[in-house]
């Protein structure tokens, strides 16, 4: 079987395929999703709130993008948003990678919202593996996509049996795999996807955030929402939630840091910063990992006249 | 004296059961299958109490019911019917003289890890293999909320030092040890949070002659020290000998003979009994 040629003189597609694409796309109910999954999933994220850290099974739809490269964020994105609403999407840290870049193009295709790359600015943040440097305050929502919910599959790979240790709060092994660590190495060695205690009831997988970001969890302004569209999993930190990483008496939650170094573009000493090697001559520098909150602080600091663009 | 453990009326039925079973199946009829409907009744009706400080022995042939008495008082298994009351127990679980048969799985779990502790006959049952020695007795003090690793350290070479495992394998996975040297770490792992009750699986089975010598003088020695209510399954006889003062006899999931453990071994009552008695070779 021959495909049809994408041409727009095309007798497959009559006035070209992208615009075939865009009727299409018309078609579909708003944002994507029908409105009974919208419902489903709107109902799984009020549990998920209700019972902070706690996992809530749902009906994980198929979406335009495969499995593992972001649907359960983007799921909880369409089942949101509205028309009002200005959307940021970030993949660890950065507004304009491909993972980020696609799936903007496609909410804004289906939803019509604005875009934003200012974390200010933004209503909904869809995130992956960051949570942005500035502050968020009540009226936004941060959207993590999750690629293992489960906290306790890196112990235990029986689903049965990590729920029973969920529904018995038994987390003993956690806490042994922990100690292990430390008899072993000398430190907990746990980098991203630190498990943390929500409201002293359940363990929860942070998603793999560094440890950096953990401290911002924590009795926070805004609504966190997780989701692994794979694994068909909804979890939440409402906001004022107490979430704690596990740690020892003697052995303290640390997070990562970069002494002596700071951002080769912004100057940042106080930021998540991620190592830049330039392999033509050999030179190793740190950059932050939020690009939004480097661009602002450069804006801040640069004459006007070589402020907009700057250097992309 | 209140007993320290009373076990009223234990019964677990494997298979659906057909109303008949109890009256079709006992140690007279010589048999624990029901001939109706196939059930097998692991224990009918077993009832006991166990003093503080206490050792009491179950012994019987294998297929008697006696492993799965143990296991139903560790929770490792639902009982079909039955009561189970721990004195100590009584106040975590909100009340005097509860069932603990009826308590969620959330506090009969609590209730275990604070008050009792085992020694399985195997020990892939009772130690992660894989995981440290110390991380072994560790897990048992995480889940009782210790959370700092040099207490934790500590309490663990202690235990280790009065099982006669040598310190410096503490940092070693036991599927490294012995069975004998497993056997220990799994005592010392049972004893880490200082249990009220103590329940011993068939310990010594599977052991080598002079290495069970060393693991029965080992928990004479803590049983005289720490005075553990203990709970002690075996078919040996001479274990039954050494460790108890009384003594159950089981057969066909039901209790035939008790009493102190001199008097069952030397003026054996019941026919099974003086079998058993005599067949010590």
Known sequence: MTRPEPTPSGTAFPGGWRRALEEGASRYSYAFLDESAKREI??????????????????????????????????????????????????????DSVNAVNI?????????????????AATLIQTRHR?????????????????????????????RETRRMHAEADYSRMWLYLYEDIVRYGEITVGARYPVMVNGRYLM?????????????????????????????????????????????????????FPGRSCSRCGAGDSFLDEVIDDARGLRSWVCSDTAFCEKRRRRKAPPAEAPGGSR | ???????????????????????????LR?????????????????????YPGEVLGIVGESGSGKS????LLHFDLEPTAGEYRLAVADAAAGGGGRNLFALSPFQRRRIRNEHMGIVYQNPRLGLRLKVSAGGNIAERLLMAGWRHVGRIR???????????????????????????????????????????LLLLDEVTTGLDVSVQAKVLDLLRSLQRELGIATLVVSHDLGVIRLLTSRTIVMRHGEIIEQGLSDQILEDPQHPYTQLLVNSVL
């Open chain 1, 104 to 120: 903007k193009k496609f909410v804004g295709r289906v939803a019509g919202v604005r875009m934003t790359t200012d974390t200010r």
């Open chain 2, 154 to 196: 500590e309490r663990a070479s202690e235990l280790l030092r009065q099982t006669e495992v040598p310190l410096a394998r503490m940092d070693e996975p036991p599927r490294n040890f012995s069975g004998g040297m497993q056997q220990r770490v799994q005592i010392a792992k049972a004893l880490s949070t200082r249990p009220a």
């Open chain 1, 205 to 257: 997988d942070p998603s793999p955030i560094p440890r950096w970001d953990l401290p911002r969890l924590h009795r926070a302004e805004n609504l966190f929402l997780f989701c692994a569209g794979r694994e068909k999993r909804i979890y939440a930190v409402p906001p004022h939630t107490d979430v704690e990483p596990l740690s020892f008496e003697d052995f303290a939650f640390r997070v990562e840091r």
């Open chain 2, 30 to 50: 010589e048999t624990n299958r029901c001939p109706r409907c196939g059930a097998i009744l692991a224990c009918r009706e077993v009832s006991f109490d166990l």
């Open chain 2, 68 to 71: 799965t008495v143990v296991r």
């Open chain 2, 1 to 27: 004296m209140t007993p320290l453990l009373a076990v009223r009326g234990l019964t677990k039925r494997f298979g659906a059961g057909c109303g008949e079973c109890l009256d079709r199946t006992s140690a």
């Open chain 1, 42 to 95: 709107r109902r799984r994220i009020l549990k998920a709130i209700a019972l902070p850290g706690c996992q809530v099974p749902f009906g994980s739809r198929e979406m335009p993008i495969a499995r593992g490269w972001g649907t359960g964020g983007l799921q909880l994105t369409l089942a949101l948003i509205g028309p009002e609403d200005v959307l940021k999407v970030i993949d660890q840290g950065c507004d």
């Open chain 1, 131 to 159: 949570i942005p440097e500035e502050k968020l305050d009540s009226g936004q929502v941060l959207i993590f996509q999750v690629p293992i919910p489960e906290p306790l599959r890196l112990v235990e790979p029986s689903e």
